[in-house]
T-cell receptor, first 114, second 115 residues
């Protein structure tokens, strides 16, 4: 398996622009997670899905952030409008639905908002 | 609230020194426990995991961790570190409470190993 795939790997954008991050989970995994990592706040869980349905979005910082999972093999995290404080590495992870499953992380998207 | 505490934020060691990174969690029920490693510029990778059975778990690259239920701890150890172990290490807990729960991560420990 190719593992969790994220695109783009790097994104540089100007403040106010819309940013869309993409994730393809491991085939057969029922759970998908979006995390944000910064030096100041460490690793934060933003939202996670089970069978394409958002289960917990309490970590989404504000209304500028939205996430969707239209099907089992694709998810997006959108920031509109973007701000410099959104600069971070965004990780997507997926997991199976059995009792003993770990999360597998993607390579991340490094976002820089100028 | 459920939480994971990693005692050391930064650790500096010389090669061949022994390593122990502390991890404590706050949850009274059944848990799954994990250690993830993040090498510079890379994503998180699973180092080892505990689900049940022998509380001493062996992982990749010579790492091991011991689950002590009475102390709510899952400390990571390695008898002799290498320069290539320089990375950030995250402890994570998955509590069981009748359904799937998200992982709760600690703040991470940055390890620097000097030649």
């Amino acid at each position: 398996d190719a593992g969790v795939i994220q695109s783009p790997r790097h994104e540089v954008t100007e403040m106010g622009q819309e940013v869309t991050l993409r994730c393809k989970p491991i085939s057969g995994h029922d759970y998908l997670f979006w995390y944000r990592q910064t030096m100041m706040r460490g690793l934060e869980l933003l939202i996670y899905f089970n069978n394409n349905v958002p289960i917990d979005d309490s970590g989404m910082p504000e209304d500028r952030f939205s996430a969707k999972m239209p099907n089992a093999s694709f998810s997006t995290l959108k920031i509109q409008p973007s701000e410099p404080r959104d600069s971070a590495v965004y990780f997507c992870a997926s997991s199976c639905n059995r009792e003993h499953c770990e999360q597998y992380f993607g390579p991340g998207t490094r976002l820089t908002v100028t | 609230a459920q939480s994971v505490s990693q005692h050391n934020h930064h650790v500096i060691l010389s090669e061949a020194a022994s390593l122990e990174l502390g991890c404590n969690y706050s949850y009274g029920g059944t848990v799954n426990l994990f250690w993830y490693v993040q090498y510079p510029g890379q994503h998180l990778q699973l180092l080892l995991k505990y689900f049940s059975g022998d509380p001493l778990v062996k992982g990749i690259k010579g790492f091991e961790a011991e689950f002590i239920k009475s102390k709510f701890s899952f400390n990571l150890r390695k008898p002799s570190v290498q320069w290539s172990d320089t990375a950030e290490y995250f402890c994570a807990v998955k509590p069981f409470s009748g359904g799937y729960n998200k992982l709760i991560f600690g703040a991470g420990t940055r390890l620097a190993v000097h030649p």
